[in-house]
């Protein structure tokens, strides 16, 4: 497994819990250090668990030498794909660095395949290129995508609901698909395609799921206005088999390490080749806009002055259940109120976040980021926000004032009359008074 990261850590513990014998190469010595150990340099429920008890059966090796793999047969390539801020493209200077390093010490007729995300028709350029500078090699590249969900990216392994493997050899498809055999025991569908179906079927993915975020994020604006429930709504659409309810949670729009990067890499591959991707587009400028949005309805409750204010931001992870703070909502909202002078104290269970600048400080409890706050930022929907007893901070708060980004707090709860209350979805709950 070349590079541990949130796809390739899963990817080798899950391998090594049936069995196989996985060498993990990452350039990072602080990383395989920290993994040796036994300490996954990522939060991912029941990692540290899985990993330590692969570590133990002697089934997962880690190190920063890919000589180290030599022997290998089967190369899995999980490197980062980041997108271009200049251009949009996703930049492959790390996947073919490691596809280089990888064929320089592979034995002959060794299956490279690609976990990575890429731009479609990158797996054919990476074959061309192994074709033409170690043909005596006959190695062959797979395009093999994941689809892990960060916060059950373990329980994802373990339950899929398809596996795509995509080559020109039937040969190296059936080497990648051996070593899923447990799956397909278990009946789940696999997918045999050429390198550019597969490519395709992982940025269609990420897309439509980026779009269904998109769509209700939208829908929820309405509701805000016309009236309703739009948690309701949701469900009643969701319930049709047609649609399904995943994805269909309101909120600050899509984040992460994914969405952003696959539908902006998505667009650009569209404009390329000429067949604009009109719906992805848009998907993307009315998500970038969600977070304008969100701000505004903040400043304008606090009197369209938030200079000088102090804002508890709970929570920075883009979602639940992770510490990745990339394309986070959170983050971004963190850097918009900072921008409008505003001071902010933010706090979250797992992730951390960096920021050079006077008025911000990340603290270690709830009660500490609410302190002298004027306004209180439910913007991640963690399970203790959503429990949260939010009377034991009214004396420490300058107004009692929350904005739930996530709808994830208890309106039902005794305090809540006390408080004036702003959701995604809903328009402003005004105290009325103490609650009896």
């Not at 390739?8 to 069995?19: H, K, N, P, R, Y």
């Not at 022997?71 to 660095?97: I, K």
């Not at 059950?152 to 373990?158: H, I, M």
């Not at 050899?169 to 397909?184: G, H, I, L, N, P």
Request: aromatic share 8%.
């Amino acid at each position: 497994m070349v590079g541990v990261g949130y796809v390739g850590l899963i990817q080798a513990v899950g391998l090594a819990s049936f069995g196989l014998k996985v060498t993990c190469v990452d350039l990072d010595a602080r990383k395989i250090a920290m993994l040796e150990k036994g300490i996954p340099p990522i939060f991912e429920e029941g990692l540290e668990e899985a990993l330590r008890e692969v570590i133990a059966r002697g089934r997962v090796t880690f190190t920063t030498e890919i000589a180290a793999a030599g022997d290998c047969d089967l190369f899995f390539v999980a490197v980062g794909t980041p997108t271009s801020e200049r251009t949009g493209n996703a930049r492959l200077d790390y996947l073919d660095a490691a596809v280089s390093g990888i064929a320089a010490i592979a034995r002959p007729e060794a299956v490279i395949a690609v976990k990575s995300t890429v731009p479609i028709g990158t797996c054919a350029r990476l074959q061309a290129r192994l074709d033409r500078d170690f043909a005596g090699k006959h190695l062959e590249i797979v395009s093999n995508p994941e689809f892990l969900r960060e916060g059950t990216a373990l329980n994802d392994f373990f339950n899929p609901e398809r596996i795509v493997i995509g080559g020109n050899s039937e040969a190296a498809r059936d080497k990648v698909r051996q070593s899923y055999a447990a799956f397909e025991d278990r009946g789940v569908p696999m997918i045999v395609s050429d390198t550019s179906t597969s490519e395709t079927i992982k940025y269609a993915a990420n897309a439509f799921l980026a779009t269904k975020v998109t769509f209700i994020n939208e829908i929820s604006d309405l509701v805000e206005t016309v009236g309703g429930d739009i948690d309701q709504v949701a469900r009643g659409i969701g319930l049709d088999s047609r649609i399904g309810p995943q994805f269909l949670k309101a909120g600050p729009g899509y984040g992460g390490s994914c969405f952003p990067k696959d539908t902006l890499a998505l667009a650009t591959i569209g404009r390329r080749h000429g067949v604009q991707q009109q719906i992805v587009e848009t998907v993307i400028r009315i998500n970038d806009s969600r977070r304008f949005h969100i701000l505004k309805r903040i400043e304008s409750a606090m009197g369209d002055k938030l200079a000088g204010k102090r804002v508890a931001v709970l929570g920075l992870a883009f979602k639940a259940n992770t510490d990745d703070v990339r394309d986070s909502p959170a983050v971004d909202i963190v850097h918009a109120l900072l921008e409008e002078g505003a001071e902010v104290r933010s706090f979250d269970p797992v992730a951390k976040l960096s920021v050079d600048h006077r008025c911000y400080r990340q603290c270690e409890s709830i009660a500490a980021a609410c302190e002298g706050a004027s306004a209180v930022l439910v913007a991640t929907e963690w399970g203790e926000f959503r429990s949260f007893d939010f009377a034991s901070v009214e004396p420490l708060v300058e107004r009692r004032y929350i904005f739930d980004m996530r709808r994830v707090v208890d309106i039902t709860a005794a305090w809540v009359p006390r408080w004036d209350i702003e959701r995604i979805g809903s328009p402003l709950m005004r105290a009325t008074g103490e609650a009896s």
